[in-house]
């Protein structure tokens, strides 16, 4: 069976998208239903990108985690978070946010925590361990550091 000109163009545009970045399978889909593939020829491409390596989710989601984490400081929760979105398996995801140093991990987030309190306005300490540790967890960081490196840093 003869395969369309849009499956062909398809497959050569994912490939060259993957070939640059790295991708996971929901995202090239999401790319594949905006350029109005049907359904049964985005799964053939999708396994196709698997088959030829061209998508990996396990190195996907160590990038990921790696780029979320030093570049935008984002704590274990939120890349985790970001991760599930994404659809991928949980023990893709755990493997993946082993990665990250814990001894690195609490110097980002005392280094975030101390910069972000010289910018903080509060009227006495308490209120400023409040916006301290509504910060930390916006970035996505697990509350017992926080509490942890709030109580440090009145010492």
């Not at 398809?10 to 594949?32: G, H, N, P, Q, T």
Request: charged residues 35%; hydrophobic residues 35%; glycine residues 4%.
């Amino acid at each position: 069976m003869p395969e369309s000109q849009l499956y062909k163009t398809a497959l050569s545009k994912a490939m060259a998208l993957c070939s640059r970045i790295e991708y996971c399978s929901s995202d090239i889909r999401k790319k594949l239903q905006a350029w109005d593939v049907p359904s049964e020829d985005e799964n053939k491409i999708i396994n196709a990108l698997v088959k030829d390596n061209f998508i990996n989710e396990e190195r996907y989601s160590k990038a990921f985690v790696r780029d979320k984490f030093r570049h935008n400081r984002w704590g274990r929760i939120k890349i985790a978070a970001h991760l599930k979105s994404k659809g991928l398996a949980s023990e893709i995801r755990r493997s993946a946010l082993e990665e990250i140093d814990n001894e690195e991990y609490r110097k980002v987030i005392k280094s975030l925590i101390t910069a972000h309190r010289k910018t903080t306005r509060a009227k006495n300490q308490y209120d400023l361990k409040g916006k301290l540790l509504r910060f930390g967890l916006s970035k996505g960081f697990e509350s017992s550091i926080l509490y942890e490196l709030l109580n440090d840093l009145d010492d």
